[in-house]
C-alpha cells in the first residue's frame, strides 16, 4: 500500500484515551457483579435468581440476560425481549424496569448481600453500569442504589419508597441506548450494613421520564417504560472522596486526528494527487472533522478541474473502534458511514455523484501496525483512490 499523504497542514490535539476499570473482586463487597455465575438453566425473563447471590426483594422479578441462551429466547444476549446490547464485561448482565407511564408496570429491583458486613466509619464507592434498552419509549433519572441493615423481602410487585443513599446526585437522566453509563457514589457505613438494593426509590412524581427514540434498525414496538440493563456492580473500600468515578464507557474517545506537514509535490499530475488523499478522524467519528475542511476543499478543487477523474472512497477503522462493535453496535458499518460522509461533502460541493463510488471495511487493512495514540488515528481514515 503505498503511503498517504495530506494535502495541507494538519494540527493534531487528543485526550487521553479511557477505559472501563472493572473493580478487582478481592476489592469488591458485591459477590458475582458481572452476574457470570449462573445456577441452572436459564430460559425466560424473570430469571435473576439464577445468577449466585442475586435476587429481587418484590415479586416483580428482575431479568437476566446471557449470550449462552438460544437467540430464540427473550433473555438471550445481546438481542433480546428489551433491545439489543452486549454484556460490559462477560457474557452476562441483568435489567429493570425503572419507570412506567402511569405506573402501569410495576418497578422491578436488585439486591445482593455483602461479602460482609460493612465497616463502620469506612467510606464505599457503589457503582454499577447502565444501558437503557432499545424498545424503551423513555429514558429516567433515580438511577440509585440503597444500602440496607436486613435483607427486603415484599410478597407483592410494590415500588419500594426507601431514601437511597447513593448517588447523591439523583436528577442526571440517562439515556444511552448504545453505550454504558456509569452510576456511582460515595458512602460512609455505620457498621451494620448487610445489603444492596439497586432500582428506583423515587414517587412517581419525582421522576423525570424523557422521550426516547428507537434506534434506526429497530422494528419492534417501544413499551411505555424506562428499561435499562444492569453490569459490573461494584461496592469498594476507599480512603479519598476523588476514588470514587465512574464514565460512560462507549463514548469516551480519542480526540487526536492524524496530521502532518508535508510540501505539495509540482511535479505530481492532478490524479495522482487525488490517489494519495486521505482524510482522517476522530476516534468513534463518523462525521468530518473541522480541521479537515482544507484537506476536503482541495480534494474537490482538483476533482472540478479535472472532470475525468473517477474516485473510490475506502473508509476504514481502528482496533478499538472495531472492538468496541460489541457494546456499539451504531459503529458497525463505520468505515462505510465515513466514506459516504466524504462522498456528501463532495457532491454538495458540485462533484457529480456519479463519479464517485463508496466502499468500508473494518480495521483488517491497517495504514499502519501498532496500538499506539499516533498508530491509531492513521488508521481512522478514508482514502482516495482514483477509479482506472
Known sequence: MHTRTLLFAAAATFTTFLSAQQVPDSLNMVPNGSFEEIEGKLRRLGGIDM????????????????????????????????????????????????????????????????????????????????????????????????????????????????????????????????????????????????????????????????????????????????????????????????????????????EFIYGRRVTSDPTLTPAQRVDRAAVYFKQYNKEIDPSMKAQMDTLVTVLKANTAIRVQLTGHTDLQEEDRVRMRPDLTELGKDRAEQVKDYMVQAGIEASRIQVAGRKADQPASEGDDEVTLSQNRRVEVDVVK
Not at 80 to 107: C, E, I
Not at 210 to 230: N, V
Open 51 to 254: 445468577a449466585k447471590g442475586w435476587g429481587s426483594p418484590t415479586m416483580a422479578k428482575a431479568d437476566l440476560f446471557s449470550e449462552s441462551v438460544s437467540s430464540e429466547s427473550p433473555a438471550s444476549a445481546p438481542k433480546n425481549a428489551q433491545g439489543f446490547q452486549s454484556a460490559l464485561s462477560g457474557t452476562n448482565y441483568a435489567g429493570l424496569v425503572w419507570y412506567s407511564y402511569m405506573d402501569k408496570h410495576p418497578r422491578s429491583y436488585l439486591q445482593v448481600k455483602f461479602k460482609k458486613m460493612l465497616k463502620k466509619g469506612q467510606k464505599y464507592c457503589i457503582s454499577y453500569y447502565v444501558s437503557l434498552g432499545d424498545l424503551s419509549k423513555f429514558s429516567s433519572d433515580q438511577l440509585t442504589a440503597y444500602v440496607s441493615r436486613i435483607v427486603v423481602n415484599k410478597k407483592e410487585e410494590a415500588s419500594l419508597t426507601y431514601e437511597a443513599q447513593v448517588p447523591a446526585l439523583k436528577t442526571k437522566v440517562y439515556d444511552d441506548m448504545n453505550g454504558w453509563q456509569g452510576v456511582c457514589g460515595v458512602y460512609e457505613a455505620n457498621g451494620d450494613e448487610q445489603y444492596l438494593i439497586i432500582g428506583n426509590f423515587a414517587a412517581t412524581d419525582k421522576v423525570t421520564a424523557g422521550k426516547a427514540k428507537r434506534q434506526r434498525g429497530e422494528t419492534r414496538p417501544q413499551a411505555a417504560i424506562a428499561y435499562f440493563y444492569i453490569d459490573d456492580v461494584s461496592v469498594k473500600p476507599i480512603k479519598y472522596v476523588s476514588e470514587c468515578a465512574c464514565e460512560q464507557i462507549g463514548k469516551d474517545k480519542s
